[in-house]
């Protein structure tokens, strides 16, 4: 068949098709609404994981292309609910402020930031948060994370050392404490002890941080980590360090450095494991990966539900439709059509009932990906591979559940078939 006859005959199905849906509206609509709320929801789906990618690879960027975290316990989906024999790296040793000193003085490192995290009741004058979050970091902390102070400035690297009462307040504990007013300078209280606001802290929204109450949304401080330490009651096996390798550093060997250092100073010999873990922006990518593949397929679970819906349909609509255009086929092969151009033309008008509907989907889940964008921080989107793979799906379904109308349609006989009333 030639390429001009298939068009033809592509274009007969269409009209053919949207014949079909104004002679038969519930029939029809309850295919082409199976189909779109498959597509709606695995485009949905497809939008928000990749918006949410985005964000997390944004925020993974913020530390650098090459930082790495050192930690007490590797990280890894599910975590590990045994016991000290099945997990033995909860017997892990902590990390110290040692270790982070000696990774410092590293001819490959930059930068070395100590993390640790909690919250703590804050008040200024009249004004009480129960529970705002708080990070306790090194005085190196803005080399690792993106991000500006304005007005203030950073705590030094003295007063961190000297574990000065001095924070750093983000915008949003900025407007619940001091309103519109100036809080450079003034005293608040965390957990009932004094401390000086030096400096606003403006960061930027992401998945990683709004997920871990570290976007600007939520009210957060940040103080020297030698004052947590000192004043607050630090938990040391919680410690995590965000290394910074030179710019001219390979990641690798940086991080075979590190390990050679670490393992050095905890005395470790050749035969014993690592007692801590090195964390790449790879590996938490991966561990999102993970996470969020699991519920993608979840989803595609669903979006197969609501096709099986709409080809179940497709089958029901194309067998009527052939018993009603019965003498039509009669004429048609009676003029010299051939089954292929009959089971051609059915498949086409099949595949362009629930196209329909897919189309019908992917408007639903680009509007949805619209509003996750006004309403949220992540960056929502849907991905161009999506779209075809939702428009070929749909397209495949019409053929898949078409074809036995369509085949039962081609083998009519030309003669019964003119003679049917």
Known sequence: MRLLDRLTIIKEGVGIAIDAIRSNKVRASLTIMGVA?????????????????????????AFGATSFQVRRRGIQLGGCDGTDDTCPDRRNPALTLGEAAAIRR??????????????????????????????????????????????????????????????????????????????????????????????????????????DGRGPD????????????????????????????????????????????????????PSQ????????????????????????????????????????????????????????????KALGATKGTILWQFLVEAATLTSIGAVIGLVGGAGIAMLINQLSPIPASVPAPAIVAALLGSAFTGILFGMMPAARAARLDPVEALRYE
């Open 106 to 211: 590293l001819p490959s490192v930059q930068a070395v930031t100590v993390i640790w995290g909690d919250s703590r009741p804050f008040r200024y004058r009249d004004r009480y948060l129960q529970d705002v979050g708080y990070d306790a970091l090194s005085a190196e902390w803005l080399e690792t994370d993106a991000g500006d102070i304005s007005p203030g400035r950073n705590f030094s690297a003295l007063e961190e050392q000297s574990a000065a009462r001095v924070v750093i307040i983000n915008d949003s504990l900025q407007s619940q404490l001091f309103s519109d007013g100036d809080p450079i300078g003034k005293q608040v209280q965390i957990a009932s002890q004094p401390f000086t606001v030096i400096g606003v802290y403006h960061t930027k929204a992401g998945f990683l941080k709004t997920m």
């Open 37 to 61: 709320v498959g597509v709606f929801v695995v485009t949905a789906m497809a939008a928000a994981v990749h918006g949410i990618r985005a964000s997390f690879q944004g925020d993974v960027d």
């Open 273 to 332: 494991p690592n007692n801590f873990a090195l964390v790449t922006s790879e590996r938490m990518m991966e561990t999102f990966d993970q996470i969020f593949g699991a519920i993608f397929m979840v989803g595609l679970a669903l979006s197969a539900v609501g096709l099986l819906v709409g080809g179940v349909g497709v089958v029901a609509i194309m067998m009527i439709s052939v018993t009603e255009r019965t003498r039509e086929i009669g004429v048609r």
């Open 218 to 269: 939520k009210p957060r401080a940040i103080i020297p980590f030698m004052t947590a330490r000192r004043h607050l009651g630090l938990w040391e096996r919680g410690v995590v360090m965000m290394v910074k390798p030179r710019p001219e550093a390979q990641q690798a060997e940086v991080m075979d450095d590190v390990t050679a250092l670490l393992r050095g100073m905890r005395g470790l010999r």
